[in-house]
C-alpha cells in the first residue's frame, strides 16, 4: 500500500510541476480519481489492497485520458492499440517504464531543490 500511496503522490506531483499541462485540470480531484482508479484495479484483480501495479494502472488510465502525456508519450494512443498475448508482461513493461520516469524526476527535483539552498 505503501508503495502505491509513493507513486500516485509522485505522479500527481509531476502534474502540477509540469508546465505542459493546463494547471487547472491537475486539482485535487485528480488525485482523488487516481486513488478510486487503482482501489477499483486492486477489486478487478480479486485483490484486498492496492498495490504499485494498481497504481500505475490508475495512471496509465488518466494518460490514456489525456490528450497530452507526462509519462507514457512512447506508448502511444491507448484507444488503437491491440490487446497483448501476456497482459503480465506488458504489464511489467508499463510498470518499469512509470517507476523509472518518475524516480528520474524525483531525483532531479531533489539536486534542484538542494541547489536552491
Known amino acids: 500500500m505503501k508503495e502505491a500511496e ?11 510541476r509540469s508546465a505542459t499541462q493546463n494547471a487547472a485540470r491537475t486539482t485535487v480531484r485528480m488525485l482523488e480519481s487516481l486513488i478510486r482508479l487503482a482501489q477499483a484495479h486492486a477489486r478487478l484483480m480479486f485483490r484486498n489492497e492496492v498495490t504499485q501495479l494498481d497504481a500505475i494502472t ?10 497530452t502525456s507526462a509519462i507514457v508519450d512512447s506508448v502511444g494512443n491507448a484507444l488503437h492499440s491491440n ?4 497482459p ?10 512509470i517507476l523509472e520516469k518518475l524516480r528520474s524526476i524525483e531525483e532531479f527535483t531533489d539536486i534542484t531543490d538542494m541547489e536552491e539552498l
Open 6 to 16: 509513493k507513486v500516485i503522490s509522485s505522479y500527481y506531483q509531476l502534474q502540477r
Open 58 to 67: 490508475a495512471i496509465l488510465c488518466i494518460e490514456s485520458s489525456m490528450t
Open 83 to 86: 490487446f497483448t498475448e501476456n
Open 88 to 97: 503480465d508482461q506488458e504489464y511489467a513493461k508499463q510498470e518499469r517504464i
